[in-house]
Nanobody, 113 residues
Framework: QVQLVESGGGLVQPVGSLRLSCAAS????????MGWNRQAPGKQRELVAL???????NYANSVKGRFTISRDNAKNTVYLQMNSLKPEDTAVYYC???????WGQGTQVTVSS
């Protein structure tokens, strides 16, 4: 059974930073591209960053230059370093093995002064 556990969210002031983690089990982690997605209240879930099995990365325009996705295949974990946070980054953040419908419980990120 695939399990994804996100952590690292919280309340942060604008221009602050957070680092999210997602630990995966039940899959051959290194075989999958991994994505970080977010869903704000009243909005659809959106992909914000993706890292391929080979380590290539892609970002949504809204986070490019501020967020960095990375992975540690030895730990079956994907990370999202978020810098220069803005109030519009407030959302529940989820990781996801690309191409699957497997989701964790998410971690809340709130950017507010």
């Amino acid at each position: 059974q695939v399990q994804l556990v996100e952590s690292g969210g919280g309340l942060v002031q604008p221009v602050g930073s957070l680092r999210l983690s997602c630990a995966a089990s039940g899959i051959i982690f290194s075989n999958y591209a991994m994505g970080w997605n977010r869903q704000a209240p009243g909005k659809q879930r959106e992909l914000v960053a993706l890292v391929t099995s080979g380590g290539n990365t892609n970002y949504a325009n809204s986070v490019k230059g501020r967020f960095t996705i990375s992975r540690d295949n030895a730990k079956n974990t994907v990370y999202l370093q978020m810098n220069s946070l803005k109030p519009e980054d407030t959302a529940v953040y989820y990781c996801n093995p690309w191409g699957t419908r497997t989701w964790g419980q998410g971690t809340q990120v709130t950017v507010s002064s």
